[in-house]
């Protein structure tokens, strides 16, 4: 009996899967619940134009990657440049066990044809193809979240302990702009842990400071120095312009008005602190789960929060706590993973202990109620920046 033809498997993939067309593809599409577009064509194809909203995964890598990337209860629609790809492809995905899976009828030439919408996503140099190589391996990155990445924007309060750190990796993994914020100037005694720095630049302002180590470490990220202290006049100014906010503050009030900016504005806040050998991070969003109002309602008095500078703090203790915010950081920016909303992690560096703590929105939280807050004065912090 003679193998089959390539003729005869496409024959049997049409059979076998259900084609919608382009005008029934953008009906669906703007309605309240539309599938999922899956682009199975070739990175090159779908960096010059797909369809808005679509997802890349290449024909050749779709056994490999489908259950990584997409679920197998989701509505799917596949599309290649003329339908024979997509329909091959989704005669796989159905044997693999995707329960609604369709091609779209002529592809995406028949789709542009009949004036279709068209995106084109940003495409990487071969330079940033180099650089991101370890990200764009990965199903849940690859070149369209590294391109989402370089559209993308995080406002870090503070370049200290923590903000060094996270700032670091945040450029090194490509976001696009970034923010900092810092009003004091690098002095020696920082550079036991802070090392966005270094002992030549003492006396320069930190965000300055960091703006130097960041375009080095990556000229392709854009980063802005906001050398001011944060106050009430400009806060929503300043979260308004970014997607995700980090915490990395060394006091109450500066903590309190940051994240109701953050509530105010719905905008992500990545919050981390340490003291000692102890730190924690968390992820508020805003609308679905408590803020930072509903974890600390009042600070404590402050002969209860001695400042780091007081208390002290391990080195490399806020280097991990501030890895840890730009992993969060970076979740959120791909939409890839569950973040730390409503869970406490915590960290014990002489034990190695983590912990993770449920933390419930307050029901009488003002923040959260759009009430008005109370104003908490400038104190030391039992859980700073470091």
Known sequence: MSSPTASDLLARA????????????????????????????????????????????????????????????ERLVLYCAGGVRSALAAATLQQLGFEDVRSLAGGFNRWTDG???????????????????????????????????????????????????????????GVGRLGVVDSDVVELSNLQRQVLHTEARAGMPKAQSARLALEALNPHVAVEPHVLRLDASNVDGLVA???????????????????????????????????????????????????????????????LAPSCAEAGVLGVLPGVMGLLQATEALKLLLGAGEPLAGRLLTWDALSATFRTLKVARAAGCPACNGQPVPEVPQAGCALGGG
């Open 14 to 73: 049409r059979a076998a899967v259900r084609e919608v067309s382009p005008e029934a593809l953008r009906d669906e599409l703007a309605s309240p619940a539309p599938p999922r577009l899956v682009d199975v064509r070739e990175g090159e194809e779908f960096a010059a134009g797909c369809i808005p909203g679509a997802h890349s995964l290449p024909r050749g890598y779709l056994e490999l990657r489908a259950e990584g990337e997409l679920r197998r209860d």
């Open 241 to 303: 312009r970014y997607d995700v906010v980090l915490d990395g503050g060394d006091n109450f009030a500066t903590r309190y008005l940051l994240s109701d900016a953050c509530v105010r504005a719905r905008k992500p806040l990545v919050h981390g602190s340490v003291y000692r050998f102890e730190g924690q991070v968390t992820t508020f969003l805003p609308d679905t789960g408590p803020c930072y109002r509903c974890l600390f309602p009042a600070p404590p008095p402050p002969e």
């Open 115 to 173: 004036g279709g919408a068209v995106a084109r996503p940003r495409a990487l140099s071969a330079a940033q193809r180099e650089r991101y190589r370890r990200h764009l391996a990965l199903p849940e990155v690859g070149e369209a979240g590294q391109a989402r990445l370089a559209q993308g924007s995080a406002l870090l309060l503070g370049a200290g302990g923590l903000g060094s750190p996270a700032a670091l990796y945040l450029a090194a993994a």
